[in-house]
């Protein structure tokens, strides 16, 4: 065949379907015609990885797609790269030259015999072609025939005549597998946003005109800005519920709400959750991965338990609260990103600051808009409206026919407990009641929660501690044993058996340093 019409008719087949394995395939059936092959394979280098990726196989029966990793030693990478086994040069009028590798006999190659027991039968012939865009080497094409001796340069310069049409090919099928990989991560924004939009929808702002009015004024008045917002309130005060609220308000209510809690990710694996990294950036990083800062671009991000965030990973967020950019673990070139960040904590920042646990730089640039929520003991006059819509919400959940009424005094024994795990308790309280009442009236008595003894004495005879008293005797006894140390193998952590951190947000609520109260 004239040697235009053979390159016109390959590319034909070639560009005959937006499906690269289908392509391959037809490929294939129309070169058998011309020289002996049964398989072929498309290879990418990853050298990240350490091998090559097989994104595309074809057989005279079928194409299939495939993302298949084959792991190679350094000495088989560097020779494939290098080129440093027998291949044949095929030169070209007005084109670069083609390297084609022809190996008629794998015992003889040092690849080949390498590379012998991915490839069956034992005895083959092959013709590898490196596949190169604007001079980059993209990866290998491995045409394959069974017996020995089956391939010439006239061959080689057959296959040499398609590396254009090929390497576009594979080069377009990246792209789409890159626009893929968009589309999904796109779409699981998406899913993630609906879902938090409907929580929210439903996390009604209860209080609002009573106990929490001053919280929602002042909520009104930042939420149209770019500024940063800093929620501070116990635990279980409700946060996640005022965080949502600034950013419905906001003029990032129609991008992402993306909510991470600081505290709850592995100090290893913090800065690639929050900013990302690239493919090979480390141990396990087989692909390129967007952190929560690129998701939320556009929309608003909430970190969650700020203080726990390690010192290295506050550097990070000092650089996109002051350059509105990111970095990823592994990458050179900064990322933009257009979001709004709200941090919340329970845990006092200037103490931590003082003992150089927190950034001070960070501290000031979070604290531009403090935002203080009450715990529940502080309104009290929220709880008749809170146990209404919550008894709804969980009588929802638990798929209950109907929704209990109170017993007259239940709200006021409710209204009378201190609530130190403020609405989240609550909110499990209602739960459990639901779950173990069998009428359809709910008593105060079907309400299960933390009660403190009442006053009177003690099993040894004295004072009855109230619980939080007692424990901080105990962790003060603790940090007498442990000489004020809390972390190590000899520090009050271990004595007590709980995590480092655990023990020091404790410390922090019941007002301890170093073994000594704080100064009220």
């Known amino acids: 065949m004239d040697e235009n019409e053979f390159f016109r008719k390959a590319s034909i087949h070639l560009s005959s379907s937006l499906d690269i394995a289908t392509a391959l395939h037809r490929c294939l059936l129309f070169l058998r015609e011309h020289m002996p092959v049964d398989v072929m394979i498309i290879w990418l280098y990853e050298e990240s990885m350490g091998g090559l990726r097989r994104i595309a196989a074809a057989t005279p029966e079928e194409g299939r797609n495939s993302d298949t990793i084959m792991l190679l030693s350094q000495d088989v ?24 590798r022809i190996v008629n006999h794998p015992d003889g ?3 080949g015999r390498s590379l012998r027991h991915y490839f069956e039968p034992p005895d083959y012939s092959a013709l590898l072609m490196y596949l190169s865009i604007e001079g980059r080497k993209m990866g290998t094409l491995f045409v394959r025939a069974e017996g020995r001796d089956r391939y010439t340069e006239e061959h080689a310069r057959m296959l040499a005549a398609l ?19 968009l589309k999904d991560q796109r779409a699981e924004d998406n899913r ?72 709850a990710i592995p100090e290893s694996l913090v800065d690639s959750e929050l900013f990302g990294h690239e493919k090979g950036a480390f141990t396990g990083a087989i692909a390129q991965k967007r952190g929560c800062f690129e998701r939320a671009d556009k929309g ?25 950019e990111i970095q990823r673990v592994g990458g050179s070139s900064p990322i933009p990103v257009d979001i709004r960040i709200i941090a919340a904590t329970h845990r006092n920042l200037e103490a931590m600051v003082e003992k150089e646990a927190f950034r001070e730089d960070l501290w000031f ?12 003991r502080r309104r009290k006059a929220d709880i008749p409206a809170l146990v209404h819509h919550l008894l709804a919400k969980k009588a929802r959940d638990l798929k209950l ?23 989240r308790e609550l909110e499990n309280v209602i739960e459990r009641a639901l779950i173990l009442g069998t009428r359809d009236t709910l008593t105060a008595d079907a309400f299960l929660f933390r009660e403190e003894k009442p006053r009177g004495a003690s099993e040894e005879g004295g004072p009855m501690l109230t619980l939080d008293n007692a424990m901080a005797r105990h962790i003060r006894n603790a940090l007498a044993l442990s000489e004020g140390k809390v972390h190590g193998p000899d520090g009050a952590a271990r004595l007590l058996n709980v995590n480092a951190s655990t023990l020091r947000n404790r410390m922090d609520k019941l007002g301890i340093v170093y073994g000594r109260a704080k100064e009220k």
């Open 163 to 181: 590396e254009e049409p090929f390497a576009l090919v594979v080069s377009h099928a990246l792209l789409r597998e890159e626009g893929e990989k």
């Open 192 to 263: 993630f946003l609906h879902g938090e939009i409907m929580r929210m929808i439903g996390d009604q702002i209860v209080g609002g005109d009573y106990g929490l009015k001053g919280v929602m004024e002042m909520v009104r008045q930042v939420a149209h800005r770019s500024s940063p917002v800093l929620l501070r309130g116990e635990t279980g005060a409700g946060k996640d519920v005022i965080a949502g609220a600034i950013h419905r308000f906001s003029s990032f209510r129609d991008g992402p709400f993306i909510k991470v809690n600081c505290g």
């Open 365 to 376: 640039r979070l604290n531009v808009f403090p935002i203080f929520i009450p715990p529940l």
């Open 401 to 423: 026919d109907t929704i209990p009424v109170l017993a007259p005094g239940t709200i006021d024994r409710l209204m009378e407990y201190h609530w130190p795990g403020n609405v």
């Open 77 to 100: 990478r560097e020779r494939l790269l290098r080129m440093d086994v027998p291949h044949a040069i095929i030169e070209r009028p007005d084109l670069s030259p083609v390297a084609v």
């Open 300 to 324: 608003t991000i909430f970190l969650d338990e700020i203080g726990d965030l390690p010192l290295q990973s506050q550097v990070r967020l000092l650089r996109v609260l002051q350059y509105k």
């Open 109 to 111: 190659d040092p690849v």
